[in-house]
C-alpha cells in the first residue's frame, strides 16, 4: 500500500472500530511505535497489524492508483498466469471469492477464460481473499479495458485413439440396442414356433 495512502487519516475512517489497540497497530505499520512493548504483546499486536494492514489494502486496492498498480503487476505477470492450456499464458490478478475476513485464502482470476483458480505462489496463497476484494480484477479491467483479452473458443476435446468420446459412447449405446432387439426378436420368434 502507498505509504501516503496510510497517512491520511481520512483514508482510514471507520477501520479503528474494526481492531482493538487500532493506535499501536497502525503505529507498528507506519514505524511510528514509540511504547515499550513486552514480547507476549508483542505477537498479539503483530497479528492485529497484519490484519489492519489487509483491511487498509482493501480499500487501496479499489482506489485509481490501487486498480493503477495493480492493472502493472498484472502486465508484469506478477500475479502469474492462467494455468488452462488455451489461455495461453494470459496474466491474472488476484480476487477474493468473499469480502469477509477470515473466509478463504486469495485466489487469481483469468479474464480469458473467465474462471477462478488457487494462485501458483505459495506466498500469495496464505492471504486473506478479503484483502483483495471479490471486486478488484472487474474493477481494475473495466478501468483498462485494453487488458482484456480476445476470448479464445477453442475448446479441449475429450478423445480416445483419436475418437471422440462422447461419439464413442453413443456408437456403443447403438450397438447395445441393436443387440437388444435382435435377442427380443429371436425369443419372440422361438416363442411361436
Ligand atoms: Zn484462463
Redesign the pocket.
Known amino acids: 500500500v502507498d505509504e501516503e495512502y496510510i497517512l491520511d487519516r481520512f483514508n482510514l475512517a471507520g477501520l479503528n472500530t474494526e481492531v482493538p489497540h487500532y493506535q499501536m497497530a497502525l503505529d507498528l505499520i507506519t514505524d511510528c511505535l514509540e511504547e515499550e512493548i513486552e514480547q507476549n504483546q508483542w505477537d498479539e499486536l503483530n497479528n492485529i497489524a497484519k490484519h489492519l494492514y489487509g483491511l487498509i489494502h482493501a480499500r487501496f486496492v479499489l482506489t485509481n492508483k490501487g486498480t493503477a498498480m495493480m492493472a502493472d503487476k498484472m502486465r508484469r505477470k506478477e500475479f502469474g498466469t492462467?494455468?488452462?492450456v488455451?489461455?495461453e499464458d494470459?496474466p491474472?490478478l488476484p480476487v477474493g471469492l468473499t469480502d469477509l475476513v477470515g473466509q478463504k485464502g486469495v485466489k487469481v482470476y483469468?479474464?480469458?477464460?473467465?474462471?477462478v483458480?488457487h494462485p501458483p505462489s505459495k506466498k500469495l496463497s496464505t492471504v486473506d481473499g478479503a484483502f483483495f476484494t471479490s471486486s478488484l480484477p472487474h474493477l481494475v479491467l473495466q478501468m483498462y479495458p485494453n487488458l482484456v483479452p480476445k476470448k479464445n473458443p477453442d475448446r479441449y476435446i475429450p478423445k480416445i485413439f483419436g475418437f471422440r468420446v462422447h461419439s464413442i459412447a453413443n456408437e456403443h449405446r447403438w450397438q447395445d440396442q441393436i443387440k437388444e432387439d435382435l435377442l427380443k426378436k429371436k425369443n419372440l420368434m422361438m416363442a411361436e414356433e
Request: charged share 30%; aromatic share 14%; glycine share 0%.
Open positions: 492462467c494455468p488452462r488455451f489461455c494470459q491474472v483469468c479474464p480469458r477464460c473467465e474462471d483458480y
